[in-house]
């Protein structure tokens, strides 16, 4: 094979299993704040954010689903055994009870994909202290 074949091969690999991953565009993360909007009747984010209808939002990436201290959860998002990473929230957030069937979020979903890279870059940009 020569060499940039290989290249062609190796980068179509990547591609590939970015895609089988569900991973999608990096997203915007300011325009991910003004999502966020539909978000924030329910749950707070940053450095002053505390649990409300749902849980503080902080430090998402790689939490263990239902385990934010003091929020009373459903038993279906406790016992998920999802851990927030970029793939599971977003299929998550496209149709909430759909991935958690039983949550209490009744959030609907966000149907558009741009939509939900933004709110991922957005979101995973806060820290477990809320600081970015
Ligand atoms: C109507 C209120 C409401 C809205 C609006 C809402 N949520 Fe939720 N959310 C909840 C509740 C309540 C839970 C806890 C679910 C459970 O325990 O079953 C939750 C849980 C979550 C979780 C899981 C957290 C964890 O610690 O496991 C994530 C992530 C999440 N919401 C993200 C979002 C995002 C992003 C938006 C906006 C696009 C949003 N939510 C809009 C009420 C809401």
């Not at 290249?7 to 990096?26: C, E, Q, R, T």
């Amino acid at each position: 094979m020569r060499l940039d074949s290989i290249a062609a091969f190796a980068a179509f690999g990547l591609f590939a299993s970015a895609a089988w991953a569900g991973v999608g565009d990096p997203g915007d993360p300011e325009a991910g704040a003004k999502i966020f909007q539909k978000c924030h009747a329910c749950h707070n984010i940053g450095p002053d954010a505390k649990n409300a209808v749902g849980p503080v939002l902080n430090g998402i990436k790689g939490r263990k689903a239902g385990t934010y201290p003091g929020f009373n959860y459903s038993d279906a998002n406790k016992n998920s055994g999802i851990t927030w990473d970029e793939a599971t929230f977003k299929e998550y957030i496209a149709a909430p009870q759909k991935k958690i069937p039983g949550t209490k979020m009744t959030f609907p979903g966000l149907p558009n994909e741009k939509d939900r890279d933004d709110i991922w870059a957005y979101e995973s940009s806060f820290k477990e202290d809320g600081s970015r």
